[in-house]
């Protein structure tokens, strides 16, 4: 049986793991599409793994994880806004709730709503498991928190989190042990305060599954399942008709703990562990033609369990494993002269 959160370190470990127009930028790798990886100054935090990134209009956020590597736990609540503007972290109110690791969420109507995840900040008289299903508001312009509707699924961690058209949707996971397959998932009315259940995913994956929004559909797959499954698949989910279709599948090798982000009409997923390495490519899904292409070769360290999110037509990711990095990079796909 796999333990409590080691099945990234044995996926990785096994080998390790005006009028101007757009000018096209011509990458200098083989089989990239134009694009450009640029790196920014290092995140503030401290070095770490398995926190979460998000966008709220046009900031960058991110939130807690663990500031020990492999085996060892220092779980944090610290949260930070990232300005692109001026590429520059501040500090906010820290998390208030329980977990550290794998919390996971959205943003709706400019405002944050984040949970579930590994790690009890509080004792909870008669339940000593450490996955949490705790839901938190945040609201930027007064930096502060607030206690929401729990998480109706239960108490998990490594969801899968998107926003569609005002509502969010949440689920998937696993437990403890990272023997169980949660394919639940549920979606959020942040005026009601209210979860609803909605039909089940379908895909292979489980947790560690990339999963974004576009277009007023959202996209899941990949992902990690019991015991050894590092699934390709990929899925499109219709809200309205409350249905996942079989998409094209994810191009690479099967991974878990990918980044993945939207630009238009395009996700980009990519990083990650395989099951004998952790993953360098990175993979450009076009929504509209339901195809994959591969996308200019990244410079920096490779990694997993990092944070990813967009702003603006620009992909942020930074942070992750191996080790406690601090490093953050911005994708641009064209250069503009």
Excluded: H
């Excluded at 949660?182 to 009601?192: E, G, I, L, N, T």
């Amino acid at each position: 049986m796999i333990l409590k959160r080691t099945f990234a370190i044995i996926l990785s470990a096994l080998t390790l793991c005006s009028c101007k127009k757009d000018v096209v930028f011509v990458p200098n790798s083989e089989n990239g599409l134009p694009g450009l990886w640029e790196q920014l100054n290092d995140f503030d935090g401290v070095g770490r793994v398995r926190s979460f990134g998000f966008t709220i209009g046009s900031k960058g956020y991110v939130i807690g994880g663990n500031a020990a590597s492999g085996f060892n736990s220092e779980l944090i609540n610290d949260f930070w806004e990232y300005n692109p503007a001026n590429d520059k972290w501040k500090r906010r109110a820290d998390y208030p709730g329980q977990a550290g690791e794998y919390i996971k969420g959205f943003s709706i109507n400019g405002k944050g709503y984040v949970g579930t995840g590994f790690g009890r900040r509080l004792a909870i008289p008669g339940d000593d498991k450490p996955q949490n299903n705790d839901f938190w508001e945040y609201n930027p312009a007064t930096n502060k928190w607030t206690r929401k509707a729990d998480f109706a699924g239960g108490e998990r961690e490594n969801v899968i989190a998107f926003e569609i058209n005002g509502k969010g949707y949440m689920g998937l996971g696993t437990d403890n042990d990272y023997n169980a397959s949660f394919k639940d998932m549920w979606s959020y009315d942040a005026v009601a305060d209210k979860w609803t259940r909605v039909a089940d995913y379908p895909g292979s994956g489980s947790f560690g599954v990339a999963a974004f929004a576009c277009n007023g559909k959202g996209y899941a797959g990949t992902g990690g399942a019991y015991p050894n499954i590092a699934a390709k698949d990929f899925w499109q989910y219709d809200p309205v008709g409350d249905k996942w279709m079989k998409m094209a599948d994810f191009p690479g090798k099967g991974r878990a703990f990918s980044g993945q982000f939207v630009i238009g009409e395009k996700g980009y997923v990519g990083f990650g562990s395989t099951l004998t390495e952790t993953a360098g490519d990175w993979y450009m899904y076009d929504t509209g033609k339901n195809s994959w292409q591969k996308i200019t070769n990244f410079t920096g360290p490779i990694r997993y369990d990092m944070v990813s999110f967009a702003i603006n037509g620009v992909g942020y990711i930074g942070t992750g494993n191996p080790g406690l990095l601090t490093d953050f990079w911005k994708y641009t796909p064209r250069k503009t002269d």
